[in-house]
């Protein structure tokens, strides 16, 4: 009978102490949940807007800032949007040399391709079907690589130098690859802006800080609805 009591103390003490055990368990597991719940979360990926053109689009004699991609990035920015803007311009560059550094430009991925290419081959007078096929080849290109990159066209038109045959063929290259396939167009990119002196530097070809601000303005219209949510 003595030993009753003992054996009741030391049953409550097990009891207790499983109960302590279990408690510091729960304790536990809830300091890892508030850990994890606390962790700062990924955000999703910044997504891409890749302009792949000539000078027109380098901003050439201005500061890099003042070119219309560096513009159309402030106004993502002050929309609160999330997208990361990329100048792939480059000086003198014709559809077929375009075509040829495509694959280092596509290294990244690239949610919308703006192509501003061919005003560089009209002024030079490269043969119209050139132009044409090394286009297509770069569309196709992006397409290979992402199917899901929304693909924007730059329309360009050119002075009469060459004679009015090759330049009506020429502007007619931008709707016609547009249509065939299934792009956004551009219609003009130096909309209100070619033609201008204000508004482009000495050289009469190249915009000024002003007419980077109206390109930008005729790009946004195109680009803006078709923004990837």
């Known amino acids: 009978m003595r030993n009753i009591p003992i054996l009741t103390i030391f049953l ?21 949940e508030i850990i994890e719940t606390d962790l ?3 955000n999703e990926e910044e997504k891409t807007i890749l302009f792949f053109g000539t000078s027109l689009t380098a901003g050439l004699g201005l500061e890099p800032a003042q070119a ?15 997208y990361d ?10 559809t077929a040399s375009g075509k040829n550094r495509l694959n280092w430009v596509l290294n990244q991925k690239v949610d919308v391709f703006v192509l501003e290419l061919g005003a560089n081959d009209g ?6 079907e050139e132009t044409r096929k090394n286009l297509r080849e770069i569309i196709e290109e992006v397409r290979k690589k992402n199917p899901d990159t929304r693909i924007i066209l730059a329309g360009m ?4 130098n060459m004679g009015a045959e090759y330049t009506t063929e020429f502007r007619n290259i931008f709707p016609e690859l547009a249509k065939e396939y299934d792009l956004e167009l551009i219609p003009f990119l130096l909309e209100d ?3 201008i002196p ?9 915009p000024t800080a002003e007419g980077q601000k109206i390109i930008a303005e005729n790009v946004w219209e195109v680009l803006e609805p078709k923004l990837p949510e």
């Open 12 to 32: 409550s003490f097990l009891l207790l102490a499983a109960c302590g055990e279990s408690a510091k368990k729960k304790e536990k597991k809830t300091d890892e």
């Open 40 to 42: 700062p979360q990924e």
């Open 68 to 82: 219309y991609p560096a513009v159309i990035q402030r106004k993502l920015d002050s929309l609160q949007l999330d």
């Open 85 to 94: 803007v990329v100048n792939a311009g480059l000086s003198g560059e014709t």
């Open 123 to 128: 002024l030079r007078g490269v043969p119209l």
């Open 157 to 160: 038109q050119i002075p009469p």
């Open 193 to 195: 802006v070619a033609g």
């Open 198 to 206: 204000g508004l482009n530097q000495q050289d009469g070809i190249h």
